[in-house]
């Protein structure tokens, strides 16, 4: 084991300007971290944007899944009028 000399001694201002370096820069690499995230989910975005504009699915009552890449379309107008027809039943 070494003995420690006065020599070996780091000043407290030091480790404290150290410190707070250190906590700066965590934080500032925590912003760039959420800004490349939000700058992600515009590119994915753009391009869900891109590919619904592709497959003709804008203004329809359509959607496209983008964690499973499904478009769902919803009941076409001839569907719909029929199950508005359609009488409810009644709970007796």
């Known amino acids: ?8 001694k780091v000043a407290p201002d030091k480790v404290v300007s ?26 994915v975005a753009q391009a869900q944007l891109e590919i619904e504009r592709q497959y003709g699915i804008l203004g ?13 379309r919803g009941p076409d107008e001839k569907q719909r009028k029929e199950a508005e027809e359609q009488p409810v039943p009644q709970k007796e």
């Open 1 to 8: 084991m070494c003995a420690r000399k006065d020599t070996d």
């Open 18 to 43: 150290d410190r707070l370096y250190n906590l700066r820069s965590l934080m500032l690499a925590v912003d760039q971290a959420q800004a490349d995230l939000a700058l992600a989910r515009i590119e």
């Open 60 to 72: 329809e009552d359509a959607k496209l899944d983008i964690n499973t890449g499904k478009i769902t």
